[in-house]
């Protein structure tokens, strides 16, 4: 069996560092042109992110299995293996709710989050260019703050990391401070409060290197965004920040993985469903309680 994954470019990187995965396909390829895997022509399609456009396409390319769900009305013309799955309303969590596809290949297995972390395997990654390496302090907990989203998630005020980064003892910790290029502006703050104490690494490396990176550290804090679950994956100490509100609660978003940490208050709320540039349950996290957790790990190089 030959396995495939779409996506962009943008996330060809993750892809392609799971040992699972054989082939990762361009989705813009697939929209334009034949495709295949090992040679041959693809034999089935998840729709695991349903798009319209690519549920049209598989059709065309008379797919044999076309697995979508029950939900998305594009799905009845286009797919013939329908799973019934609703996905705002369920309890679970969305990598469990994505393996409800396999319902069409006879696997109807309740996957948990610690079983799911099990079968997670980046571990085909690039050698870290040696002038990053370089910037890495074998002797200490290489822990990285990943404060932005890009605005997709509630994020954690900037004082909250400049408070956990004085609260930090660089004695023990190598602090690192992550971003894209296009972050760098909105991190200054941060950076003018705390830059001799950190290593700002933002805007210098594409994902792939990112990854890598991420690798050769220990630990990574963030809001719900894509670095958190890469760390999970590589089972580092991921340590999440999350709001209580449906459905970007950790209960659907958290990352997984054996190291995996979420803070969120303890409480159902909404207040903030309409205001996504302000979240008081967000900001009730205190970084005394991320520092006190990361000291508590007592996992420091000798």
Not at 263 to 268: A, E, Q, R, T
């Amino acid at each position: 069996m030959t396995i495939g994954i779409m996506g962009t470019p943008y996330t060809k990187a993750i892809i392609e560092s799971c040992k699972y995965v054989d082939v990762f396909i361009d989705k813009d390829d697939f929209l334009k042109q034949q495709v295949s895997l090992a040679g041959e022509p693809p034999q089935c399609l998840l729709h695991v992110l349903p798009r319209p456009e690519i549920a049209k396409r598989a059709k065309e390319l008379q797919i044999p299995w076309r697995i979508g769900t029950t939900n998305r009305w594009y799905h009845w013309p286009t797919c013939n293996k329908l799973v019934k799955l609703s996905r705002n309303r369920s309890p679970l969590h969305e990598a469990q709710l994505n393996l409800k596809l396999l319902k069409p290949f006879g696997i109807n297995h309740d996957f948990s989050l610690p079983e799911i972390a099990e079968l997670t395997d980046m571990s085909r990654l690039p050698v870290l260019p040696p002038h990053f390496a370089a910037l890495l302090q074998a002797d200490k907990f290489k822990i990285i703050l990943h404060p932005k989203s890009r605005g997709n998630a509630r994020e954690w005020d900037l004082d909250h990391y400049v408070t956990l980064v004085k609260l930090l003892d660089t004695n023990k910790f190598q602090i690192i401070i992550s971003g894209t290029s296009g972050e760098k502006a909105d991190l200054q703050p941060l950076l003018d409060q705390v830059g001799e104490r950190v290593t700002d690494i933002s805007g210098l490396m594409g994902l792939p290197e990112f990854i890598s990176l991420i690798a050769e550290c220990d630990g990574l804090v963030a809001c719900s965004t894509g670095p958190l679950h890469i760390a999970a994956a590589l089972q580092k100490h991921a340590l999440g920040i999350y709001p209580p509100m449906r459905p970007i609660h950790p209960g659907r978003w958290q990352p997984i993985g054996k190291h995996a940490k979420v803070f969120v208050l303890d409480k159902n709320c909404s207040d903030c469903r309409k205001n996504k540039t302000f979240c008081p349950c967000t900001q009730a996290i205190r970084p005394e309680d991320i520092k006190n957790y990361v000291e508590s790990l007592g996992i420091f190089p000798k």
